[in-house]
């Protein structure tokens, strides 16, 4: 998105309800065209942004622009702006074509551009001919489709969309995970999303922004975010992280550092300059550490003993948790192979734990400066 512009921009913006401060001075660009999703735990502010955005809510100070100007006397329904909700709101008593129809009638648009545009529209979220159904005969999936083509179909430059999927089951939310992408790429339409789910944040975004408390925690790609969290925050929030707590004893060459974690002496690379003495955190994904028996320990290497407190099995790989000696527990992920002995650990095996040096991320212990 190097040569993306800003399409959106959310500039100190400051938000309260009653004397609870939800956001303070919170500032976002977002680029035209993106994917871009809000994720953090609930009660973070992810809802008052979208809603700031849609103009259901006003802010206390601060701008909102939308193309460079400032739509804070805009009101919602002349923003070109749609929202879609989790709980779909379709009017019951109307059929799919009447639900998705209905902004363009308001708008007083001709029959014959409604009928095209929702035909259109239906065609896009792939319910061409359930024009006369009425909801109670859709699926759930089917609902949110409805809801996604009532949205689209006014063509707004964003669409808003808050945890749109979280009420559809497993399966049917990865598919519409896919299928949400896939109407986005095609429409070109900028899309906020709003969600508490990692794992749906990090398949569908070009870009996400981690937030807790109403405070942005790191912005960037999928990639960036779980590859090099900032903070704990967002290496916690963003899947499962083993941390180890080490102080750095050396600098080796530039950004590369002799960590001692426990008297094991790791050497790691940092994305900033550390100074001897400072403490570190350093994280490894679960798909990142590698198990041994302790008898095939590699002599120059450095590791952790440890042994197996629990294996479990998830179809595409094993994982196993770990009880270190120094007292942390660790998950390790491995991808499946029956033909790897090192898949036979049993249940209070000790085994030797380390990693490819350059696997790790490592973050400065304490509060981010
Ligand atoms: N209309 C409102 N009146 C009072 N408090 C609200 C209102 N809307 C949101 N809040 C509070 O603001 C905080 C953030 O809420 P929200 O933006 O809905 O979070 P999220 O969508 O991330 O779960 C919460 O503590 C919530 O209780
Ligand atoms: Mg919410």
């Known amino acids: 998105m190097a040569d993306a512009e800003v399409l959106l921009s959310l500039r100190k913006i400051v938000k309260g309800f009653g004397s609870q401060k939800v956001l303070s001075e919170f500032s976002l660009d977002i680029f035209d065209g993106e994917f871009f999703t809000i994720l953090g735990p609930s009660g973070c502010g992810k809802t008052t942004v979208l809603r700031l955005i849609a103009g259901f809510e006003q802010a206390d100070s601060g701008q909102i622009l939308l193309d460079d100007a400032d739509i804070a006397a805009v009101a919602a329904e002349h923003r070109p702006v749609n929202t879609v909700f989790q709980s779909y709101a379709l009017f019951p008593h109307m059929s799919v074509a009447e639900n998705v129809g209905f902004g363009l009638r308001m708008a007083a648009v001709t029959k014959a551009e409604i009928k095209q545009r929702v035909a259109e529209a239906l065609a ?83 870009r996400v922004l981690v937030m807790n408390h109403g405070q942005p925690q790191q912005i960037g790609s999928p990639r960036e975010i779980y590859e090099a969290p900032r903070n704990m925050f967002v290496a916690d929030f963003i899947g499962e992280i083993n941390v180890f707590d080490g102080v750095v004893e050396a600098e080796n060459d530039e950004l590369s550092y002799t960590v001692n974690i426990g008297g094991v002496k790791k050497v790691a690379g940092a994305e900033f300059r550390l100074e001897v003495g400072d403490e570190v955190h350093v994280l490894l994904r679960p798909e990142d550490l590698r198990i041994e028996y302790i008898e095939d320990q590699p002599k120059d290497e450095q590791g952790f003993l440890g042994k197996v407190l629990e294996r479990s099995y998830t179809g595409k790989t094993i994982d196993t948790l770990i009880a270190l000696e120094n007292g942390n527990t660790l998950r390790a992920s491995e991808f499946f192979n029956e033909d790897d002995p090192d898949f036979d650990y049993s249940i209070n095996q000790r085994v030797w734990v380390s990693w490819i040096d350059g696997w790790e991320h490592v973050i400065k212990a304490g509060p981010l400066e």
Do not use: N
Not at 125 to 143: A, I
Not at 176 to 204: N, W
């Open 124 to 206: 896009v979220v792939k319910l061409s001919g359930f024009e006369s159904r009425k909801p109670h005969q859709l699926s759930g999936g089917q609902k949110q489709r409805v809801a996604i083509a009532r949205a689209i179909v006014m063509k707004p430059k964003v669409l808003l969309l808050d945890e749109s999927l979280s009420a559809l089951d497993h399966k049917l939310r990865q598919q519409m995970q896919m299928e949400l992408k896939q109407i986005q790429r095609k429409l070109g339409i900028t899309f906020v999303y709003v969600t508490h789910d990692q794992e749906e944040a990090l398949s569908m975004s070009d």
